[in-house]
T-cell receptor, first 113, second 115 residues
């Protein structure tokens, strides 16, 4: 089945220790998104790729970086996690030019100690 | 004014009743409207999308869109305890010319269906 996969599902890191979250998709969608979601809040868009074109949201901290080495994979790097970065990180994909329906992976729950 | 507004709830309905969830949006240029269901600790799951005025039905779910009044609603018929979740409304917003759009999210409405 076509799907969006995120690894790991749960990630525990220490304050200031870099962490990388991964996302892969078999939907062949050209747009990939990274969201941060905290409890009882809406998903917050961090950045997205339209093909290889990277688009950063204005309020995304510099601490967050992303890479998309190919159509199927996208990575979220948190260079120096703080306690405030503990959250669910969601990867989503869509096909540009359609209805913009976004399909989500299961998410990665990040804990910062 | 928030771009997408929903009542946070909780909305509590008895099993078998109709649950009505509402969402208003501010951008008249929005073209696509989405309802996602999110269980606690899980990722959002697409329930329905709608882009034409009127009703769109899918099983027990009906989405209603009124662009003149800038609201979109979701009706859940014969509500079941398994429908208990947070329902997120999302609206697309063009931020690049052409095909590149982002979704603007509401905070969600918590629905509790009581057996």
């Amino acid at each position: 089945d076509a799907m969006v996969i995120q690894n790991p599902r749960y990630q525990v890191t220490q304050f200031g220790k870099p962490v990388t979250l991964s996302c892969s998709q078999t939907l062949n969608h050209n747009v990939m998104y990274w969201y941060q979601q905290k409890s009882s809040q809406a998903p917050k868009l961090l950045f997205h790729y339209y093909d290889k074109d990277f688009n950063n949201e204005a309020d995304t901290p510099d601490n967050f970086q992303s890479r998309r080495p190919n159509t199927s994979f996208c990575f979220l790097d948190i260079r120096s996690p703080g306690l405030g970065d503990a959250a669910m990180y969601l990867c989503a994909t869509s096909r540009a030019g359609s209805t913009d329906t976004q399909y989500f992976g299961p998410g990665t729950r990040l804990t910062v100690l | 004014q928030k771009e997408v507004e929903q009542n946070s709830g909780p909305l509590s309905v008895p099993e078998g009743a109709i649950a009505s969830l509402n969402c208003t949006y501010s951008d008249r240029g929005s073209q696509s409207f989405f309802w996602y269901r999110q269980y606690s600790g899980k990722s959002p799951e697409l329930i329905m999308f709608i882009y034409s005025n009127g009703d769109k039905e899918d099983g027990r779910f009906t989405a209603q869109l009124n662009k003149a009044s800038q609201y979109v609603s979701l009706l859940i018929r014969d509500s079941q305890p398994s429908d208990s979740a947070t329902y997120l409304c999302a609206v697309n917003k063009e931020f690049y010319a052409g095909n590149n759009r982002k979704l603007i999210w509401g905070l969600g409405t918590s629905l509790a269906v009581n057996p």
